[in-house]
Nanobody
Framework: QVQLEESGGGLVQAGDSLRLSCEAS????????VAWFRQAPGKEHEFQAF????????FYRDSVKGRFTISRDNAKNTVFLQMNSLKPEDTAIYYC????????????????????WGQGTQVTVSS
């Protein structure tokens, strides 16, 4: 059992940057795969970025490649999402999701690959 808490969201202007954090507690975090999803108003959860338990593998949604960077510091039980060049269409609630690493890492974009979810942090980008 692991608990996740996101932070770092806020209101910014187009072109600005934000760094989101996902802090885990309740269990060692170094064997968990982690992904960021977002949910815009009226839309489904949408995969954004993935990082393997050891940080070796990362994957991104095409629309955020080159702008977003996922990283982790297992010593601090924290995963980060650095978001640069933000656009109004990035406005959404951003969720951290995690599960134990395994062969299913090949389906990293699927919501059902992650058992544990945080409550989300709001990101709003004005034009």
């Amino acid at each position: 059992q692991v608990q996740l808490e996101e932070s770092g969201g806020g209101l910014v202007q187009a072109g600005d940057s934000l760094r989101l954090s996902c802090e885990a507690s309740g269990s060692p975090f170094n064997d968990y795969k982690v992904a960021w999803f977002r949910q815009a108003p009226g839309k489904e959860h949408e995969f954004q970025a993935f990082i393997s338990w050891d940080g070796f593998r990362t994957f991104y949604r095409d629309s955020v490649k080159g702008r977003f960077t996922i990283s982790r510091d297992n010593a601090k039980n924290t995963v980060f999402l650095q978001m640069n060049s933000l656009k109004p269409e990035d406005t959404a609630i951003y969720y951290c999701a995690a599960d134990r690493a395994g062969f299913s890492d090949q389906l990293y974009w699927r919501r059902d690959e992650y058992e544990y979810w945080g409550q989300g942090t709001q990101v709003t980008v004005s034009s």
